[in-house]
């Protein structure tokens, strides 16, 4: 089993950027393939980045390419969501989920983003 903890959110001006961070416990971090997904208020949750277990893949949502960058650190139990150029559509709930034999099997608890005009 894996656990995931999601922290680095907050309050921040349109444009502006955040780093969010995920931590994982468990000893099989490394085989997984890790992945951020938002919901909005009032919305679905929707994928945003995925990251293999190598960090030698990536992909993301066509409205954060070019913005988003994810990376791991599989020495730390670590995935990050690094966030530039933030609009206020970006303002979420945002999670980390790690991905098991084809299924996003874990979750994180969320952490808040809001982007303000």
């Known amino acids: 089993q894996v656990q995931l903890v999601e922290s680095g959110g907050g309050l921040v001006q349109a444009g502006g950027s955040l780093r969010l961070s995920c931590a994982a416990s468990?000893?099989?971090?490394?085989?997984?393939?890790m992945g951020w997904f938002r919901q909005a208020p009032g919305k679905e949750r929707e994928f945003v980045a995925a990251i293999t277990w190598s960090g030698g893949s990536t992909s993301y949502a066509d409205s954060v390419k070019g913005r988003f960058t994810i990376s791991r650190d599989n020495a730390k139990n670590t995935v990050y969501l690094q966030m530039n150029s933030l609009i206020p559509e970006d303002t979420a709930v945002y999670y980390c989920a790690a991905n098991s034999h084809g299924d996003w099997a874990y979750w994180g608890q969320g952490t808040q983003v809001t982007v303000s005009v």
């Open positions: 468990g000893r099989t971090f490394s085989s997984y393939i």
